[in-house]
């Protein structure tokens, strides 16, 4: 079936560190599933970060990026220098069409960034 | 704007007792409704979904039930607790296949 594996958490950086949280995927039911990042800050709901639904290109948001790469079925979230109030826990998500549209969720990733 | 509404935002049951989450969207009609569910240490996953009023489509099995009396109402629901059902519920909705939008979740604890 689809999964969606990303990096185990918790992670912890300093204050205009660069981030990287890898994140891959396996669809067998779907070629070109579209691709989410989503971010939960502390106390708010679920929210959408970005998403590309074309391989190849980069999605860009509050300064994180991802591009989707077919090859190496990944899209890994990036950003160059995090702030504190990027502390969040961060889920990779693809979505399908199935009965419904659906989102295949990676397990979470615990940022905390340090002062 | 749309909103969601969950309730309640934390339970503590007991084994064996009934439990009743709900959701409500206000300023949207007939979206698409869906009940996710994250156990401790596991993923996000979609156990119900809504089309429309009345008609729900379950996607994991768990000894859960949900209903939708109203178009803007999700119920998720079941008679008899168990200890695998602890975990953080969230409901969401969309329209087509556009961005889903969530709630901010309840905390479920079965002891």
């Known amino acids: 079936g689809d999964s969606v594996t990303q990096t185990e958490g918790p992670v912890t950086v300093s204050e205009s560190e660069s981030l990287i949280i890898n994140c891959t995927y396996s669809?067998?039911?779907?070629?070109?599933?579209?691709l989410f990042w989503y971010v939960r800050y502390p106390g708010e709901g679920l929210q959408l970060l970005l998403k590309?639904?074309?391989?190849?290109q980069k999605g860009s948001s509050r300064g994180f990026e991802a591009t989707y790469n077919k090859e190496t079925t990944s899209f890994h979230l990036q950003k160059a220098s995090v702030q504190e109030s990027d502390s969040a826990v961060y889920y990779c998500?693809?979505?399908?069409?199935?009965?419904?549209?659906?989102?295949?969720f990676g397990s979470g990733t615990q940022l905390t960034v340090m002062p | 704007a749309q909103t969601i509404h969950q309730w309640p935002v934390a339970e503590i049951k007991a084994v064996g007792s009934p439990l009743s989450l709900g959701c409500t969207i206000k300023?949207?009609?007939?979206?698409?409704l869906y009940w996710y569910w994250q156990a401790t240490g596991g993923t996000l996953q979609q156990l119900f979904y809504?089309?429309?009023?009345?008609?729900v489509e379950s996607v994991v099995q768990l000894n859960l039930s949900a209903s939708r009396p109203k178009d803007d109402q999700f119920i998720l629901s079941t008679e008899k607790l168990l200890l695998s059902h602890s975990g953080f519920y969230l409901c969401?909705?969309?329209?087509?296949?556009?961005?889903?939008?969530f709630g901010k979740g309840t905390r479920l604890t079965v002891v």
């Open positions: 969401a909705w969309n329209q087509a296949n556009t961005e889903v939008f």
């Open positions: 669809a067998t039911s779907i070629a070109y599933p579209n």
């Open positions: 590309v639904i074309t391989a190849g």
């Open positions: 998500a693809l979505g399908r069409s199935s009965g419904s549209w659906q989102l295949i």
């Open positions: 300023g949207k009609s007939s979206p698409n």
């Open positions: 809504s089309i429309t009023v009345g008609q």
